[in-house]
């Protein structure tokens, strides 16, 4: 269950002020101990209730409390006043930050009066005739969002082409010994050849002419002297 939100306003009553300034302090000084031994910071805290003369302190020992307040002296003023609230300071954060808040609320309110606009305008045109020319142009602002919004969803949902992979280049040999046998199946042409005599295997390669496999393919009649076609 979500917390009430706090109505920050001065507590009338005496009593109720009294008991939760009690309450209040007693929770502050508790935090300030946890954050100081969690996180090894240095930090004191300087309480004054209402109408007394004597603070409550945090650390007790007043050294302590001395020795950071002379630290944070010796600062530049830039660095001291850069965190620093008064009263005057702590209301205008609060006013700016209020407005910033209301300009979103306004910029929201417009946004869906002007869908209901649009909405309406679809199901009935004659609403539109009376709109001034600055809801117009706020709703032809709205279409052209909305438009650019369906067109980039629709771009990355599309499915994409598949990119064919490149041709590869196969050697077959196409001038070889007229004693060389061929046996060609779906996938593999294999040449047979016979090897003369002490003939090594490296005279029996630089004997053989290699032309790209595209060649098998080619037109039968250039088949007797592939050299012609190479121009």
């Given at each position: 269950m979500a917390r009430k939100k706090l109505n920050l306003n001065y507590i009338a009553?005496?009593?109720?002020?009294r008991m939760t300034f009690k309450k209040r302090k007693r929770g502050l000084l508790k935090n300030a101990y946890e954050l100081s031994t969690l996180c090894d910071v240095t930090m004191c805290v300087i309480v004054y209730g209402q109408n007394k003369n004597k603070p409550k302190i945090w650390p007790q020992k007043r050294?302590?409390?001395?020795?950071?307040?002379?630290?944070?002296?010796?600062l530049p003023e830039t660095?001291?006043?850069k965190n620093m609230l008064n009263q005057e300071s702590f209301l205008r954060q609060r006013v700016s930050k209020s407005a910033k808040e209301l300009a979103e609320l306004?910029?929201?309110?417009?946004?869906?009066?002007?869908r209901h606009t649009l909405l309406d305008g679809m199901a009935k045109r004659s609403i539109l005739i009376g709109a001034g020319i600055?809801?117009?142009?706020?709703l032809a602002s709205m279409v052209e969002a909305k438009y650019s919004m369906v067109k980039a969803r629709y771009e990355l949902l599309k499915p994409q082409p598949l990119e064919r992979p490149p041709p590869s280049t196969v050697l077959a040999p196409l001038s070889m010994p007229t004693n060389a046998m061929a046996e060609w199946d779906q996938s593999r042409l294999t040449f047979t050849i016979p090897m003369q005599g002490e003939q090594s295997v490296e005279d029996l390669l630089n004997s053989i002419d290699c032309y790209p496999m595209e060649w098998l393919y080619a037109d039968p009649n250039q088949l007797n002297n592939?050299?012609?076609?190479l121009g």
């Open positions: 009553k005496d009593s109720i002020r050294s302590q409390v001395l020795q950071i307040i002379d630290k944070f002296k010796e660095e001291k006043i306004s910029k929201e309110n417009k946004e869906v009066d002007l600055e809801e117009v142009r706020a592939p050299h012609d076609s």
